[in-house]
């Protein structure tokens, strides 16, 4: 009963620096997000996919990239860390089956950027 | 564009004391509201979905009811354990992977 697995926990990075932040779930969803949450702010939607192989912009894409090549995990990765990606990082999850079906979230990355 | 906003930003409640936490949408076509719970160094933990005006959804002292234009989350007699942030999202163009999400309220109940 793992769920949504977020590696690391928590990371510190100076600026211009690269890392790429893990995501991988057991529930065989197909679709999987991204989500950043800043203070005062709600999550926002920064990459998301709809199954392997297919992935798309949400509301704040810029600096990040990902790519899905299972359907079981997600990475996202910065390619030059800025402050202003200081932030905690979550990856959700959800299945095409039924109606309005819940994304699934994991316990987040706390990433700090220097 | 879609806009989701919570009220209050905060609350202080006794325990014991019932409330509710509002949440209003601005939506092209609702389908879902979702609502979850965030406790502090977590992720948000689903509590309930929503979906037509008049429906209602129970989980222990938790009421979710939704209307056209808002959601309401009702807390009857909260204990300190129900303390969390409690947020509202919208799938965005209906898809339940890209929310759309409120700021979220800040639930304190002391005992």
Known sequence: ?114 | EDQVTQSPEALRLQEGESSSLNCSYTVSGLRGLFWYRQDPGKGPEFLFTLYSAGEEKEKERLKATLTKKESFLHITAPKPEDSATYLCAVPRGGSNYKLTFGKGTLLTVNP
């Open chain 1, 1 to 114: 009963n793992a769920g949504v697995t977020q590696t690391p926990k928590f990371q510190v990075l100076k600026t211009g620096q690269s890392m790429t932040l893990q995501c991988a779930q057991d529930m065989n969803h197909e679709y999987m997000s991204w989500y950043r949450q800043d203070p005062g702010m709600g999550l926002r939607l920064i990459h998301y996919s709809v199954g392997a192989g297919i992935t798309d912009q949400g509301e704040v894409p810029n600096g990040y990239n990902v790519s899905r090549s299972t359907t079981e995990d997600f990475p996202l990765r910065l390619l030059s860390a800025a402050p202003s990606q200081t932030s905690v990082y979550f990856c959700a999850s959800s299945t095409t089956q039924g109606t309005n079906q819940p994304q699934h979230f994991g316990d987040g990355t706390r990433l700090s950027i220097l």
